[in-house]
C-alpha cells in the first residue's frame, strides 16, 4: 500500500481512465477526491469500487474550467482530509474537425477545459502542496500533443499546453519538494475512443507495435508510478504510454 495516508485528487473520475486511476490510488491506500462534472451515477460507483479498498471518499461536482469552482473543490478537500497530497489532471474532452469545419466554440472548449482545467487544478493544488512542502501533481497529456494528429488542432494544442505547464511548474516547484509530470497515453479503450469509426481503429492498430489498444488500467499504472515513493527524483517529465506508437 505506496499510496498508504495520502489523499488524491483525481478530475474527471467518474469513467474511462480516470476511474481507473483512481481505483488503483485507493487499492494502494489513498483516500480519494472523485471529481466529475455531469457523470453522476458513474462518480457514485467509482466512489463505491475505491471504498472497497478500505478508504475514504468525497465525491465533487465541478466543472474544472471554472476557478472558482476548482477553488471551492479544493477547499472542500482538504476540509474533509486535512490536504491533498496527488493531484491527477485527467479530465479532458474533445471535438474533433478539420480545421476548416472546427468553429472557434471547438477551440474554446477544449482550451478551457483540458489546458485551463488543469492550470485551474495546478494552481489550487500548488498552494496546499507548498504549505507543506510536499506533493505531486500529473497531467494527463496525450501523444497527439507530442506528434499532431489529423482533425484535433485544438486538442493536441491543449495536450501540447499541458507538457509546457508541467515542465515549467516541475521547474518552480521541484526545491519545495513537490514533483510535477505528465502522462502522454496513445490509443486507450474508453468512452472517447469508442466513438471512432471502426475503419479509423483498423488504420490506428496498424500503427500500434504492441498490436491492441491500451487499457485505461495501462494508464493507472503509470500514474501510480508517478505518485508513489519509487519517482521522488522525477520531475518535469513526460512518461509515453502507447504500446510502442510514438
Ligand atoms: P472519457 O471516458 O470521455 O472521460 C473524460 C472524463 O473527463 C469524464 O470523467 C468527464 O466527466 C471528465 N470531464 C469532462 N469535462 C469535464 C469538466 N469540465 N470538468 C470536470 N470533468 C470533466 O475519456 P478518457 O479516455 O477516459 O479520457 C481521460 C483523459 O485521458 C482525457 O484528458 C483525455 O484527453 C486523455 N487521453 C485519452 C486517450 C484515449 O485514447 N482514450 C488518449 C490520450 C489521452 P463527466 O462525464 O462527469 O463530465
Known amino acids: ?46 466512489a463505491t469500487e ?13 466543472d474544472v474550467s471554472d476557478a472558482a469552482q476548482v477553488e471551492e473543490m479544493f477547499a472542500r478537500a482538504v476540509e474533509e ?35 485551463k482545467g488543469s492550470y485551474n487544478c495546478m494552481k489550487a493544488a500548488s498552494k496546499i502542496m507548498l504549505k507543506q512542502r510536499n506533493g505531486r501533481i500529473i497531467s494527463i497529456s496525450s501523444i497527439v500533443g507530442l506528434r499532431g494528429n ?23 516547484l521541484a526545491s519545495k519538494g513537490i514533483n510535477v509530470n505528465a502522462v502522454a497515453p496513445g490509443f486507450i479503450e474508453t468512452d472517447m475512443t469508442k ?10 492498430l496498424a500503427v500500434i507495435p504492441a498490436g491492441r489498444m491500451g487499457k485505461p488500467e495501462d494508464i493507472a499504472g503509470a500514474v501510480l508510478f508517478l505518485a508513489g515513493p519509487d519517482s521522488s527524483y522525477v520531475t518535469g517529465q513526460v512518461l509515453t504510454v502507447d504500446g510502442g506508437m510514438v
Do not use: W
Open 150 to 172: 489529423v482533425g484535433q488542432v485544438n486538442y493536441s494544442a491543449s495536450k501540447a499546453g499541458i507538457i509546457g505547464m508541467t515542465k515549467s511548474l516541475a521547474r518552480e
Open 1 to 46: 500500500m505506496i499510496l498508504h495516508g495520502k489523499t488524491a485528487l483525481v478530475t474527471g473520475a467518474g469513467k474511462g481512465i480516470g476511474r481507473a486511476i483512481a481505483l488503483r490510488m485507493a487499492i494502494e491506500g489513498a483516500n480519494v477526491v472523485i471529481n466529475y462534472s455531469g457523470s453522476e451515477d458513474a462518480a457514485a460507483d467509482c
Open 195 to 204: 466513438a471512432l469509426p471502426e475503419s479509423e481503429k483498423e488504420k490506428l
Open 50 to 62: 475505491c471504498e472497497k479498498a478500505g478508504v475514504r471518499t468525497l465525491r465533487i461536482k465541478a
Open 81 to 115: 482530509f486535512g490536504t491533498v497530497d496527488i493531484l491527477v489532471n485527467n479530465a479532458g474532452i474533445t471535438r474533433d474537425k478539420i480545421i476548416l469545419r472546427m468553429k472557434e466554440e471547438d477551440f474554446d472548449s477544449v482550451l478551457d477545459i483540458n489546458l
